[in-house]
Structure formats: C-alpha cells, structure tokens
C-alpha cells in the first residue's frame, strides 16, 4: 500500500494505492494522522481509485481518521471509490456517514 498527499488549496488530498488490509491499516493510519497533524487545512479528500481492496481493518483505520479530524474542526470526504472498495462501504453503511464523491474535483468543489 502506498499513500501520497498533495495540498490542494486548503484541501489536504490523500491518494491510497493498494491494499487496506490488517496487514496495511495500522501504515495507513500512521501516514495519515502524521499528515493531519503536520499541515493546516480545512478538509481533508481520500482518493481511492487505485484502492483495490479494503478489509474491515481498514473500515476501523478510516472511523479512526475521521474522528480525529472531526475532532480537529476539519472535515474528511471520499471521492473516486471503485468496484468492491465502494461495494464495502455501501454494505458497511459508511456512505452514510461519510461524504463519497464521484471525482476528486467534486471532492473538492464539495469542501
């Protein structure tokens, strides 16, 4: 697995590329709380086109993210989910509580 972020404006966009599995999620979470807590933005985009695979320890690695930056005043939105990662959140009713966009551009125009 692999994450990269690139600061978009005041968006702060973070692209996963693998596998969010028990193996990869405690990485994930680390890369991503490292990122949150060393830049100053107003939101935060996950962009997992190149996400083939999620387990329910990267649910837990993601509910874990998103309460941290709701607890910084920041907003976390998801944009470009495919095949079975959007399957995954669909059943695990993340759609729900998170924001899923179609494109990262929708992502965010959303913010």
């Keep these: 697995m692999q ?20 193996t990869t999620a405690s ?3 680390s890369s991503c709380f490292e990122l949150i ?19 329910s320890a990267g649910l837990r690695s993601i509910l ?4 941290k930056v709701k607890a910084q005043g920041g907003s976390l939105v998801f944009c470009n989910l495919q095949g079975m990662v959007q399957e995954v959140f669909d059943v695990s009713g993340f759609t729900s509580i998170f924001s ?12």
């Design 37 to 55: 807590t060393s830049n100053a933005h107003n939101g935060i985009v996950i962009d997992l086109q190149a996400l083939e695979y999620m387990s």
């Design 100 to 111: 899923v966009y179609e494109s990262q551009e929708e992502a965010l125009g959303a913010m």
């Design 64 to 67: 874990s993210l998103g309460k």
């Design 27 to 29: 990485d994930f979470e």
């Design 3 to 22: 994450v990269e972020s690139i600061q978009n404006g005041q968006a702060l966009v973070i692209t996963v590329n693998g596998r969010l599995d028990t």
